[in-house]
């Protein structure tokens, strides 16, 4: 897989979209194409600088449901056969001599 070009404005748009709500993607595509309009310089340092700034005004952080969730809570909430079974004997193994 390439690396990818942080020069190309796109490829870092799409990159900087992705962690958005679906319904911000469109808006903070809109808003970072036009604030791209006002770099003088079109260097990666310049771009990146330009639509992050862009990019937290549009993020929305998790609710506390998300940002709390464990895997135990994933586990506990169904049924298991490992619960709900016996322990496993120890079973000791020996060489047999031949």
Same mark, same amino acid.
């Not at 690396?3 to 595509?29: K, Q």
């Not at 003088?40 to 310049?46: I, L």
């Given at each position: ?19 958005? %709500?679906?319904? =911000?993607? *469109?808006?903070?595509r809109r808003a970072a194409e036009e604030? /791209?309009?006002?770099? !003088? ?25 998300? %940002?709390?969730? =464990?895997? *135990? ?8 056969? /490992?619960?709900?079974? !016996? ?5 000791r193994y020996r060489r047999q001599e031949?």
């Amino acid at each position: 897989m390439p690396i990818p070009d942080d020069a190309d404005p796109d490829i870092l748009i799409s990159r900087l979209a992705g962690p958005l %709500a679906p319904a =911000d993607r *469109a808006a903070f595509r809109r808003a970072a194409e036009e604030a /791209l309009t006002r770099v !003088p310089c079109m260097g990666e340092g310049a771009v990146y600088r330009a639509v992050a700034v862009l990019q937290r005004n549009y993020f929305v952080p998790p609710d506390d449901y998300r %940002a709390h969730w =464990d895997i *135990a809570d994933e586990i506990s909430s169904r049924p298991s056969k /490992l619960k709900a079974a !016996p322990p496993i004997e120890h079973v000791r193994y020996r060489r047999q001599e031949r």
